[in-house]
């Protein structure tokens, strides 16, 4: 289960390749603004007629589907090949924001609607008694918690959240769909989460001042984790 696609996505799916056995995936989008989508043509695993794929979005409304909205990035002048080149058998899936879905056995996954420009799904993954959620390009509201990202992280082993910017650095980013690492943390102690993963750094954040982050955060809520290229989180 992958949640999202943007540059990342190229890494995986060399490692899924160089595996030796046949890709098989569930992509779940949050939304389809660029930056999280911009991986799939570099996908490799979707140029092998062996994997298997279906792709999820929950936030068009039945506006456009996700397999129109992908085929569309992948069109001249933005693409040299449309999407029609994968090999893969790739299946494409619209739901509703706030639908229940099981795509395997024993993994329910709950969805909500987030606050973010052109909306945004946010998942919660429930498996052998475990809660993971993924809660991103959201935007809070000052003083206010949103109910709907409550009830996706509610008692949550593992909540990876949009910190795009600091508190002091969000009046000049409103309506931008983001939020802070310390509503993530005011978030996370209302609902009773274990681990609270800080993700979606603004670019404009150099090393140092996410290291003032992470030290800030960590004094925080203790146990908070700073999210980085390569992370891996083991239970």
Partial sequence: MVFDGG???????????????????????????????????FFAPCYDASTRMRIWAGHLNGNK???????KMMIAPLFPIPMGIFTARIEFTDFTAGDVLTPHPGVVLRTGPLNHPNG???????YAGKVISYITDTEHRPG?????????????????????YTDAEFPAHRDWGHSTWEEGVRLADAAGVKTLVIFHHDPGHDDDFMDQVAIDAAAARPGTVVAQEGLVLRP
């Fill in 65 to 71: 589907g996700i397999e129109a909205v992908l085929n």
């Fill in 7 to 41: 540059t990342g996505l190229r890494l995986l799916g060399n490692e899924l390749m160089a595996s030796g056995e046949p890709a098989k995936l569930d992509l779940f989008y949050s939304h389809t603004h660029f930056d999280h989508i911009c991986g799939l043509p």
């Fill in 120 to 126: 945004a799904t946010g998942y919660r993954i429930e």
């Fill in 144 to 164: 206010e918690r949103d109910s709907n990202v409550l009830a996706l992280i509610d008692r949550a082993e593992v909540m990876i959240y949009d910190a795009s």
